[in-house]
T-cell receptor
Framework: DSGVTQTPKHLITATGQRVTLRCSPRSGDLSVYWYQQSLDQGLQFLIQ???????AKGNILERFSAQQFPDLHSELNLSSLELGDSALYFC???????????FGQGTRLTVV | AQSVTQLGSHVSVSEGALVLLRCNYSSSVPPYLFWYVQYPNQGLQLLLKYTTGATLVKGINGFEAEFKKSETSFHLTKPSAHMSDAAEYFCAVIPPGQNFVFGPGTRLSVLP
């Protein structure tokens, strides 16, 4: 158990819908990362937050957004969902920047 | 831009044989280096890391990796493969002042 909690574990939704994925980082970790993993794209970095502020942005679509709250948990919002958005979404956290990250178990999103 | 290459998207070894998974990075300044393992339907788990100091790093489950600056490599080895080692392995780097960069992954199969 990495200490990073992601909910829900599985999510099935229809195209065009909006979903919210939640991540609770390890106790004391200030940095949160979001990744998307699909069979054809591999592990894609989406976005990183550090102590409530956006620090880095990767290949995140405009239909996707995220935030980190004062209690340091984070949410990833995916809207206008398409079939191609079906993937595993991972959250990871680290104590500070530039150090190892610990991954949650992921949320498997299926868009039908 | 920083990149990480992993030679061989799929590696097969016999049980008891040496495991060698290759990782090379592109950076003129040595980054922090990591190996992660992902078992089916699970998140990524940190195997080992190199930041500074001794270039031979030991990790969990009998794995080790050696940082070779002259070769910009960080290959992962294990003397004797076990069936439970079958998984996806990711090499990752953190270049100075930058964010995580993950390699594409290598799927390790262990044959009886």
């Amino acid at each position: 158990d990495s200490g990073v909690t992601q909910t829900p574990k599985h999510l099935i939704t229809a195209t065009g819908q909006r979903v919210t994925l939640r991540c609770s980082p390890r106790s004391g970790d200030l940095s949160v990362y979001w990744y998307q993993q699909s069979l054809d794209q591999g592990l894609q970095f989406l976005i990183q937050y550090y102590n409530g502020e956006e620090r880095a942005k990767g290949n995140i679509l405009e239909r996707f957004s995220a935030q980190q709250f004062p209690d340091l948990h984070s949410e990833l919002n995916l809207s206008s969902l398409e079939l191609g958005d079906s993937a595993l979404y991972f959250c990871a956290s680290s104590v500070i920047l530039d150090t190892e990250a610990f991954f949650g178990q992921g949320t498997r999103l299926t868009v039908v | 831009a920083q990149s990480v290459t992993q030679l061989g998207s799929h590696v097969s070894v016999s049980e008891g044989a040496l495991v060698l998974l290759r990782c090379n990075y592109s950076s003129s300044v040595p980054p922090y280096l990591f190996w992660y393992v992902q078992y089916p339907n699970q998140g990524l788990q940190l195997l080992l890391k190199y930041t500074t100091g001794a270039t031979l790093v030991k990790g969990i489950n009998g794995f080790e990796a050696e940082f070779k600056k002259s070769e910009t490599s960080f290959h992962l080895t294990k003397p004797s493969a076990h069936m439970s080692d079958a998984a996806e392995y990711f090499c990752a780097v953190i270049p100075p002042g930058q964010n995580f960069v993950f390699g594409p992954g290598t799927r390790l199969s262990v044959l009886p």
